[in-house]
């Protein structure tokens, strides 16, 4: 009996850390991306203020989910709000690499915390709904579901930094994947899901590569004219 429990309670903490590697990521993304091009001093203080924002917010969406998730429209109009970060820091990164040293320390520093907390806003939605609903309506479980994923930032958006700082190429990857969470959000919003899964069933994996194509096709028309 004590071993058929054991594996019952273990499924659900498997199905936790999966999530959480997963949907944390695309938080650890955004706070990398954002803080690029900062000076060492900044960026560190950027990756640090930008994970507690992160954090926060999980703890405040996760305590109100039930009443946010159910707001019609809410999801659609993050979506938006995603594809436009999105695209813009795909945009910036047509600066060279020095002139981003060149900007105010102050004003960098809150640009780059302002964008990581529109963007977690947003994507911090489905890592909550994914979570509770894995937890299963155990606090316990709800509440390390909330720790894993604090490690997984912190060390996710250190990893990521570097290898933007090395691999360029990969700014254009993570935008392009802020784009396809931006799709998978407006699908899931419950204004329009019900209707779009008996009307058509296909859309929502469509959007999907919409949301991706837009921020590609946008980002690298805003990065040449910056460039």
């Known amino acids: 009996m004590n071993l058929a429990g054991g594996t019952?309670?273990?499924?659900?903490?498997l199905q936790i850390c999966l999530i959480d590697l997963l949907l944390s990521g695309d938080n650890a993304l955004v706070i990398a991306m954002a803080s690029r091009g900062l000076p060492p001093g900044l960026w560190r203080r950027v990756v640090v203020l930008g994970t507690i924002a992160a954090i926060v917010l999980r703890v405040l969406l996760t305590a109100g989910a039930t009443v946010v998730l159910a707001v019609p429209f809410l999801k659609l109009a993050g979506a938006a709000l995603l594809l436009v970060i999105a695209v813009?820091?795909?945009a910036d990164d047509a600066q060279p690499a020095g002139q981003a040293a060149m900007v105010p320390g102050e004003h960098g520093v809150w640009k780059a915390i302002s964008t990581i907390i529109a963007a977690d806003t947003v994507m911090s939605?489905?890592?909550?709904v994914a979570v509770a609903a894995a937890a299963r309506g155990s606090l316990v479980l709800l509440a390390f579901g909330l720790l894993l994923s604090i490690p997984i930032l912190v060390f996710g958006s250190v990893l990521v930094s570097?290898?933007?700082?090395?691999?360029?190429?990969?700014v254009?990857?993570?935008?392009?994947q802020l784009?396809?969470?931006?799709?998978s959000t407006a699908m899931?919003?419950?204004a329009i899901a019900?209707?779009?899964?008996?009307q058509w069933p296909w859309l929502p994996l469509s959007a999907h590569f919409a949301g991706a194509i837009y921020v590609l096709l946008h980002g690298l028309v805003a990065r040449r004219r910056r460039g």
């Open 8 to 13: 019952a309670a273990l499924g659900p903490v």
């Open 88 to 90: 813009r820091l795909l």
């Open 125 to 128: 939605l489905d890592n909550v």
């Open 162 to 170: 570097r290898l933007l700082q090395r691999y360029p190429i990969l």
């Open 172 to 176: 254009l990857a993570g935008a392009v």
């Open 179 to 183: 784009g396809w969470v931006a799709g």
């Open 188 to 190: 899931s919003d419950p």
């Open 194 to 198: 019900p209707w779009l899964s008996r």
